[in-house]
């Protein structure tokens, strides 16, 4: 609708009389009328509505274009106000105007002279015509405001709902969020609600393997050093550490793995951050530091394996360094004999026979010729998009297991589902874990007594606790990590 407007003076008021009609204008409280220059055109014209051109009496004509405002029907009351103007302007129409359909309403306040270019234009203001009445009605004056528009939380979005799944990257470069990932859905909410559930009788179990694993690695990564040095003279002792975490219980950090990305003539780690932003010293972009900050805490959830394969499948026979699968089926399945619901924000623990196998089955040969093998295989869950898709929807903070790489290695390009059934596609799933979304991928973590623990009391739900290295810039670190029942 268009707006009515007078000299900026709150003292003026104006009468205006329309041949063969009776209009009425007051102001509280009465002030004199003083001219003074009157602010550019701000009229807002719509052809849609009924129109009348009113002019004030005795007056010169105005030199502005004349504002524009509503035909009003018989006995309505309007109320106008104006930022300047803090008096109530009370106008009473008695009887109809009457005005062509298509004809624009223009209203001249011929007291007014045109305004300087620079004058400062009256806001605008929104005049409601209530119902008819008798009695004035007050109006209030209401700010125009186009609406903020809010920031999308990729977080909460769908797997199928990601504008880009390959680049979900809600965090400025070097915030805390960018640097938290995944981890930022551990809200104190969240970890208090997993604790309050989870912990019960107060027991712990610890998740770290021995620093001393894998003794002799795969992937030239030399074995851990461990150096005791005495300090004045035997009085005490200080030691010194050497070791790859990548050989031992660890958190893959997000500095650890990048992926191809369409458009980029390189890869690219979480974030967009480069090889050679990690390889500059003075550049801590989701670094560690982050994750140790805040620690890696929330309500753990066991999917045991090895226990369901040994109870529900006897005839498979597996190797944990070797290229068996897991799908998701099977995982489903395992919640389901467990009595497991998922919660947002749950860290999932995979157990798949690794650290068992490797120290109670394997000899040195067998450990020598699996450091030695240029085509390592490591048994784990399947990589596919459907795999992909349940671990973003159930909205599982971190993913961790006992096996070398939790997903299968190598990525395999199919994966089988049986006679007569379609292949599904594989993907490597770190390329979109680590790079892509920000989630932890922990490996070679010992589930062994934990297993052992949830089967004794029925339950394979628990409290995490994990302080990762507080190192800027780090890559990965062990997990330290506790199970609290």
């Not at 302080?467 to 609290?484: E, F, Q, R, T």
Request: aromatic share 8%; with cysteine.
């Amino acid at each position: 609708m268009g707006s009515i407007h007078s000299a900026p003076d709150p003292a003026s008021a104006v009468e205006v009389e329309v041949p063969a009609k009776q209009v009425q204008v007051e102001t509280v409280p009465e002030p004199t009328l003083e001219a003074t220059p009157a602010p550019a055109e701000t009229s807002t014209k719509q052809p849609a509505e009924d129109v009348v051109i009113v002019e004030a009496a005795d007056a010169e004509p105005a030199s502005s274009e004349p504002a524009a405002v509503p035909a009003v029907a018989p006995a309505e009351t309007f109320i106008v106000a104006t930022a300047e103007t803090p008096a109530l302007t009370t106008v009473e129409v008695e009887a109809p105007v009457e005005a062509p359909a298509e004809v624009p309403v223009r209203t001249r306040v011929d007291d007014a002279v045109e305004a300087p270019a620079e004058a400062a234009v009256d806001p605008p203001v929104e005049v409601t015509a209530p119902e008819a009445t008798s009695e004035p009605v007050e109006a209030t004056e209401t700010a125009v405001v186009a609406p903020a528009e809010k920031p999308v939380d990729l977080h909460a979005l769908k797997y199928d709902e990601l504008p880009d799944k390959r680049r979900v990257w809600p965090g400025a470069p070097g915030s805390r969020e960018e640097g938290l990932g995944r981890l930022c859905l551990l809200t104190p909410d969240v970890v208090a609600s997993a604790a309050a559930s989870s912990i019960r009788t107060g027991q712990r179990v610890a998740l770290n393997w021995d620093l001393t694993k894998l003794d002799i690695a795969n992937f030239n990564r030399a074995p851990t050093q461990h150096h005791i040095m005495s300090l004045l003279g035997g009085a005490g002792f200080d030691d010194v550490y050497i070791f790859n975490p990548q050989q031992s219980s660890q958190w893959d950090g997000l500095r650890h793995f990048s992926s191809p990305y369409e458009g980029s003539s390189e890869r690219l780690f979480y974030g967009g951050v480069t090889s050679g932003d990690i390889a500059n010293r003075s550049n801590t972009r989701i670094g560690m530091q982050h994750w140790a900050q805040e620690g890696i805490v929330g309500r753990g959830v066991l999917l045991d394996y090895v226990e369901y394969a040994r109870t529900h499948l006897p005839d498979l026979k597996y190797k944990a360094l070797s290229d068996h699968a897991i799908p998701l089926s099977v995982l489903l399945d395992i919640a389901r004999v467990q009595n497991v619901t998922f919660q947002r924000g749950d860290i999932l623990f995979v157990r798949i026979g690794l650290t068992r196998e490797w120290d109670d089955e394997m000899g040195p040969a067998d450990k020598l010729a699996y450091a030695q093998s240029k085509n390592p295989q490591h048994a784990g869950v399947e990589g596919t998009e459907e795999m992909l898709r349940w671990i973003w929807d159930t909205g599982f903070a971190a993913v961790a297991g006992d096996a070398v790489s939790f997903e299968v290695y190598p990525p395999q390009k199919e994966y089988s589902r049986g006679e007569g059934q379609p292949t599904v596609p594989g993907v490597f799933m770190h390329e979109y874990l680590l790079p892509a979304w920000g989630v932890p991928v922990g490996e070679l973590f010992d589930l062994e007594a934990l297993s052992r623990m949830c089967i004794a009391q029925k339950r394979w739900t628990f409290f995490v606790t994990s302080s990762p290295l507080n190192m800027p810039g780090g890559v990965s670190s062990p997990p330290n990590c506790l199970a609290i029942f």
